[in-house]
């Protein structure tokens, strides 16, 4: 799967649906968050998604559990991505409601992965998909930094659950990666910052281009890795 977060329009929005990327982030409760939308948006954006294909989801920074709900149940989205640090107790409440998928980020960085001894607590509270993402200097998300190889698989090879892997994505960085995306679980890749042109904005050719390199089953030249020329 791919999936290209941050929409902030009804033109990005049918721009991912034509680039066929598989699930569209729509952020809600991102505080201070660059590309984060009122109630009210975000659940026009999650309608104008609609529930087929692309998949809308929701992505929250909301710790507070009666927040947390007011948006879930307001937006109408059925998958939820907690990309902070909501606890293993707030995704069991949350996965009470029948049809919610929730999707819960583990953060790597250098000194590994703060989550990492309470995995098995996410699983059993009933987590549908991990997604790996850069803690870098303590900032959390779009942090364009790569989740490295080692550190990656150190973390899913304590999931028994699939898992996304984000960080510094970009069309020309698959190879860097082979080694994580051979993981059994693995089950695609997110996407903001190398899915945008230079002011900032969704771009269809960037899209077009991640999206072809990550859904091939092989990898191509790695750009950032001069060896494989
Ligand atoms: O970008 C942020 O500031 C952010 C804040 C809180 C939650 C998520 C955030 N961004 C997400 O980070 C990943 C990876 O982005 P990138 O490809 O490295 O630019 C993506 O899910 C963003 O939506």
Redesign the pocket.
Known sequence: MV?I??VESGRDVDLLRDCGADLV?V?CG?A????DLSVDRAAALVARVGAASPIPVL?T?LTDERRLRNVVDRTGARWV?L??WQPPALVRRLKAEPGLVVVKVLHVGEGGCPEQRIIPAYERAGTDLF?L??LAAG???????MVGAAAALAVVDRCTRPFLL????SPTNRAACEAVVSHPLYHGV??????RDRRGRLDAERVAQLISAWRSSAAGPDADNPADD
């Open positions: 999936k977060c941050g982030g952020w991102v201070d968050g660059p590309r992505v920074t991505q990309h902070g997604l993402d850069a900032r959390v998300g779009s942090t364009g930094t984000a960080g510094g994505i997110d996407v903001d910052g190398a899915a």
